[in-house]
């Protein structure tokens, strides 16, 4: 019986990877994914169906090889995350990414946020590299024992935007709007673009990658008010933003809940200790601590806007800032907690903040990267995700265990 149910469990996972591997993910309903997808299909075929053949012959007799199939690795989520975000250009330049390979080596660095689909469209096995070499990397990482999260830029999409009109932000004389800096934004509200991140999200995961994070999950913040066309949305981008993006977080992870998938948001710093942006965002720290299994406020002191927290540049006092804003955060998880009779540590500890190591505002030395790390971990939070959009971190900072 023993025998018999490991080869059902093989057989099904061979499966479920073959059709991960020839694009054939669960009735994908995008087109534009559908598209990308095809020509993956078509080159895998024949390989597929060898696997199935192997599989199938070996369970008949009881004796599965340990080889047959090639699960990816996994890595379980650290208690503690402290990581680093690599874009899809530098992991797809081995020179470049190198570098912070060895970066993670050699610091208490344990974990890397790799491009899945980035704020431009580019998909990164498709517009940056070989899916093989994708896979062969996350590989790579794992033997290292890193711990691999796959970031999805999701309603901020000039790919899908211009090939999906129907599912776009546009003028009310139909053309498709674009933002200050000239970005073409989907619907939140676009039910295709929610297929779109699920497919994109499970094949991702078949991959290797450990863990979905989700960026992007809002409404534009300039285009509020008269003058656009929310196609999907309709009148609730005027009324109800918050509710169409707490059902977009109910939604996507309910999807990968069900998969054993971790899954991870990113949101607004400002939203842990004003609720005045809410309406315009969307985004409510509450119902992303209650939907996501980890929260990411982006906390950068950069951001935000002079005289907050009494400061005239707030980027100039990394400490006091990440104090007031993962401040914040705590008293909503605590608030939450309280309400729904959850406990206090299990909401804390979804809290996961996202930091600065680069310029802007101020000279982002050792000293003030390191600042927020100890100003969070006065607060309890102990894990961190940092950013820095060229690569080109600070590795005094980050010391070795």
């Known amino acids: 019986m023993r025998t018999a149910f490991a080869c059902s469990v093989i057989i099904a996972a061979a499966l479920s990877i073959i059709s991960y591997r020839s694009g054939n993910l669960p009735k994908l309903q995008s087109p534009l994914y559908q598209e990308i997808s095809s020509a993956q ?9 060898q696997v199935v053949d192997q599989t199938t012959s070996q369970a008949a007799t009881s004796s599965v090889a340990s080889s047959t199939v090639v699960l990816p690795s996994r890595i379980k989520t650290p208690e503690i995350v402290r990581g680093v975000y690599m874009s899809s250009w530098v992991a797809s330049t081995p020179s470049a990414r190198n570098r912070l390979v060895e970066l993670l080596d050699e610091t208490e660095l344990n974990s890397v946020v790799i491009d899945v689909k980035d704020n431009n469209g580019a998909v ?24 691999v999260i796959g970031r999805i830029a999701v309603f901020q999409d000039p790919v899908f935007a211009k090939k ?7 003028r ?8 200050k800096k000239g970005e073409a934004w989907v619907d939140t509200g676009s039910q295709q673009m929610w297929a779109y991140i699920e497919e994109l999200g499970l094949h991702a995961y078949a991959l290797g990658f450990d863990e979905i994070n989700l960026d992007y999950i809002r409404y534009p913040t300039d285009a509020f008010g008269e003058g656009f066309v929310f196609p999907k949305s309709g009148d609730r981008a005027k009324v109800d933003r918050e ?13 990968f809940r069900k998969k ?7 949101v607004f710093g400002i939203i842990t200790t004003s609720s005045k942006d809410i309406p315009v965002l969307g985004q409510n720290f509450a119902a992303a601590l209650t939907t996501f299994d980890y929260v990411a406020p982006m906390v950068y002191p950069s951001h935000y806007a002079p005289g907050s927290f009494g400061f005239v540049n707030p980027a100039a006092h990394p400490k006091e800032v990440i104090l007031a804003a993962l401040g914040g955060a705590v008293r909503i998880a605590d608030g939450l907690a309280s309400s729904t009779m959850q406990s206090t540590s299990s909401l804390r500890a979804k809290i996961r903040p996202w930091y600065q190591d680069f310029d802007m505002g101020a000279v982002y030395t050792a000293e003030l990267v390191d600042a927020q790390i100890e100003a969070g971990e006065g607060l309890g939070i ?3 995700m940092m950013w820095d959009p ?5 590795k005094a900072v980050y010391k070795k265990d």
């Open 41 to 49: 299909a078509t080159s895998t075929q024949d390989v597929s169906r």
């Open 390 to 394: 060229k690569n080109a971190y600070t």
């Open 124 to 147: 990164t096995w498709i517009d940056r590299m070989r899916e093989d070499s994708l896979k062969t990397f996350i590989d790579e990482l794992h033997a290292k024992d890193i711990y």
């Open 172 to 179: 009310t004389d139909g053309s498709l709007w674009l933002s």
């Open 382 to 384: 102990n894990s961190y």
């Open 243 to 255: 509710g169409v993006v707490t059902e977009f977080y109910e939604h996507i992870t309910g999807v």
């Open 260 to 266: 054993g998938i971790p899954i991870s948001g990113d």
């Open 164 to 170: 999906h009109t129907e599912e776009a932000v546009k």
